[in-house]
């Protein structure tokens, strides 16, 4: 059974402070994502990467950045959490060769920043 | 770029109905993938029907099924047979074959009523 799973299901952090949020797939994946997601606005793109170290802006990388060190493991980073960071973060993957181009997503992870 | 659009927020059925939910979509790309995908209360995201543009034939799956129309740039999804499981939030996506990252609509609340 396919899995890509993500290491909160909830996170409450402060106004500052730094933010992981980790991501894991076992399906060895080349793609893998982080979307935020907000009632009205559907999925937007943070951050992707198409293969290990590598790592691409989406549509709203402002405030983020990630890792990319091994190929199931793919890290958003909030530098200094801000109270409109708060949202639903989605990770996905999605393989490069299969030819589906269907695209697995993570449980998501619920971040409150007060 | 490409961009999609859910025009209806928020829909309702009786459950053993049929409903439709609409999508339309903007692309200057000739081959390209339509998507539907279900997001369960609280659950993960999961991929309910597939079309590749170059198929003229409509994709069904089981009870769901696609009315995609290319040159309206139209891809309606049909759920025949509503079942209280169907209640989840429906988003519409799509790919361009050069593309790396998929374009999701804002989604579509679906709520199957006893």
């Known amino acids: 059974d396919v899995k890509v799973t993500q290491s909160s299901r909830y996170l409450v952090k402060r106004t500052g402070e730094k933010v992981f949020l980790e991501c894991v797939q076992d399906?060895?994946?080349?793609?893998m994502f982080w979307y935020r997601q907000d009632p009205g606005l559907g999925l937007r793109l943070i951050y992707f990467?198409?293969?290990?170290?590598?790592?691409e802006k989406g549509d709203i990388p402002e405030g983020y950045s990630v890792s990319r060190e091994k190929k199931e493991r793919f890290s958003l980073i909030l530098e200094s959490a801000s109270t409109n960071q708060t949202s639903m973060y989605l990770c996905?993957?999605?393989?490069?060769?299969?030819?589906?181009?269907?695209?697995?997503f993570g449980p998501g992870t619920r971040l409150t920043v007060l | 770029a490409q961009t999609v659009t859910q025009s209806q927020p928020e829909m309702s059925v009786q459950e053993a109905e049929t409903v439709t939910l609409s999508c339309t979509y903007d692309?200057?790309?000739?081959?390209?993938?339509l998507f539907w995908y279900k997001q369960p209360p609280s659950r993960q995201m999961i991929l309910v029907i597939r079309?590749?543009?170059?198929?003229?034939q409509n994709a069904t799956e089981n009870r769901f099924s696609v009315n995609f129309q290319k040159a309206a740039k139209s891809f309606s999804l049909k759920i025949s047979d509503s079942q209280l499981g169907d209640t989840a939030m429906y988003f519409c996506?799509?790919?361009?074959?050069?593309?790396?990252?998929?374009?999701f609509g804002p989604g579509t609340r679906l709520s199957v009523l006893p």
């Open positions: 692309t200057s790309e000739n081959n390209y993938y």
């Open positions: 996905a993957s999605r393989s490069s060769v299969d030819g589906t181009n269907e695209q697995f």
């Open positions: 990467s198409y293969d290990v170290k590598m790592k």
């Open positions: 996506a799509s790919l361009d074959n050069y593309g790396q990252n998929f374009v």
């Open positions: 399906m060895d994946h080349e793609n």
């Open positions: 079309q590749e543009a170059y198929k003229q």
